[in-house]
T-cell receptor, first 112, second 117 residues
């Protein structure tokens, strides 16, 4: 398996601020990129997927992909205490039914 | 997002017994499902890839005779932990792959917390 790297954190941001989560991957052939949110004791929840270079926005979330730099990020605008969770970056080599390769996750803490 | 269910959500069993965990895709058909295990404060670890109608593909170090996987239909995969021991106590999570456009996305079930006494 190829590596997906994330800063483990914790990343602490004040309520209302922008949280920026970063991820790098080593497999240059990767085609599919995902961000999952995992609350303590719960299973991961898919919040964003991105497949082409550039930005993709969905509500307060923006995913950014730069394949040349092998870098994918997630921005959370107007952070809320309920956003406090571990954010998992996941990468897949294909578009199809192949396993995801997960990073170890970044723990985000939004302070009220 | 797509809905994936798991049953049971929590199970406590005695050492030496077998435990079956069911994973269902409720609103879509999933030709491929994945089984993961997660120990406290650790990363998700892929155990196996389950394909409907064929044998599962196990990751290195996962005993296929201990963790039996059956994917008999497009909406159901089961994981049976045979002769469970305390070291098998963990959070077991399945995911199902759904086609969206020309890409497949994985959606996770809520997980099953197994405690072996």
């Amino acid at each position: 398996q190829k590596e997906v790297e994330q800063n483990s954190g914790p990343l602490s941001v004040p309520e209302g601020a922008i949280a920026s989560l970063n991820c790098t991957y080593s497999d240059r052939g990767s085609q599919s990129f995902f961000w999952y949110r995992q609350y303590s004791g719960k299973s991961p929840e898919l919040i964003m997927s991105i497949y082409s270079n550039g930005d993709k926005e969905d509500g307060r979330f923006t995913a950014q992909l730069n394949k040349a730099s092998q870098y994918v990020s997630l921005l959370i605008r107007d952070s809320q205490p309920s956003d406090s969770a571990t954010y998992l970056c996941a990468v897949k080599r294909s578009r199809g039914n192949t396993p995801l390769v997960f990073g170890k996750g970044t723990r985000l803490s939004v302070i009220a | 997002g797509a809905v994936v269910s798991q049953h049971p959500s929590r199970v406590i069993c005695k050492s030496g017994t077998s435990v079956k965990i069911e994973c269902r895709s409720l609103d879509f058909q999933a030709t491929t499902m994945f089984w993961y295990r997660q120990f406290p404060k650790k990363s998700l670890m892929l155990m196996a890839t389950s394909n409907e109608g064929s044998k599962a593909t196990y990751e290195q170090g996962v005993e296929k005779d201990k963790f039996l996987i059956n994917h008999a239909s497009l909406t159901l995969s089961t994981l049976t932990v045979t002769s469970a021991h305390p070291e098998d106590s963990s959070f077991y999570i399945c995911s199902a792959s759904r086609l969206r456009g020309s890409y497949n996305e994985q959606f996770f079930g809520p997980g099953t917390r197994l405690t072996v006494l």
